[in-house]
């Protein structure tokens, strides 16, 4: 298993790295759109950068930036309006999207290697895994046969 996730892992470098070059974000950009779109509410952006770990001035720059690009929505909260609550918009959420796609370029890849035998064992390898992980099978594509 772990040779299989070090060449996806490596397979997807190159892909992943260019998405993130033609995204022109910082990292810290990056960190707070994914951990949004991974928590999937809106947050407060000292909730935010204490989560990732960055100081809240850095947050509030990176903050600033996403929200001129359009890619968050901010609001003064209602009961405290010191407090900034930051949520993902449609342009933020496909960010994330782009880089798991970038990063699925490699399975894709492997998949359409495999023949018919080898496709046949993974695939029942791995619904014997998603039959007892609903956490892991959220995340199955909604079009059957995205990888294939």
């Given at each position: 298993?772990a040779a299989?996730?070090?060449?996806?892992?490596?397979?997807?470098?190159?892909?992943?790295?260019?998405?993130i070059?033609?995204?022109?974000?910082?990292?810290t950009?990056?960190k707070?759109?994914?951990?949004?779109?991974?928590e999937?509410?809106e947050?407060?952006?000292k909730?935010l950068?204490e989560?990732l770990?960055?100081?809240?001035a850095?947050?509030?720059?990176a903050?600033?930036?996403?929200?001129?690009?359009?890619?968050?929505?901010r609001?003064?909260?209602?009961?405290?309006?010191?407090v900034k609550?930051v949520?993902?918009?449609?342009?933020g959420?496909?960010?994330?999207?782009?880089?798991?796609?970038?990063r699925l370029?490699?399975l894709?890849?492997?998949v359409?290697?495999?023949?018919?035998?080898?496709a046949?064992a993974?695939?029942h390898?791995l619904?014997?895994?998603?039959e007892?992980?609903a956490?892991i099978?959220?995340?199955?594509?909604?079009?059957?046969g995205?990888?294939?």
């Open positions: 298993m299989l996730a070090s060449y996806l892992m490596r397979s997807a470098n190159v892909g992943t790295f260019n998405a070059a033609e995204l022109d974000l910082s990292f950009q990056i707070a759109l994914c951990a949004m779109e991974c999937g509410d947050r407060s952006v909730a950068a989560s770990g960055v100081s809240l850095a947050m509030s720059r903050v600033d930036g996403l929200f001129e690009r359009g890619l968050v929505g609001e003064e909260d209602r009961v405290d309006r010191r609550r949520r993902l918009t449609d342009a959420r496909a960010v994330p999207q782009a880089l798991n796609a970038a370029s490699a894709q890849e492997l359409g290697s495999l023949d018919d035998e080898q046949q993974l695939e390898a619904s014997l895994i998603l007892r992980r956490d099978a959220a995340y199955r594509p909604t079009n059957k995205a990888l294939r």
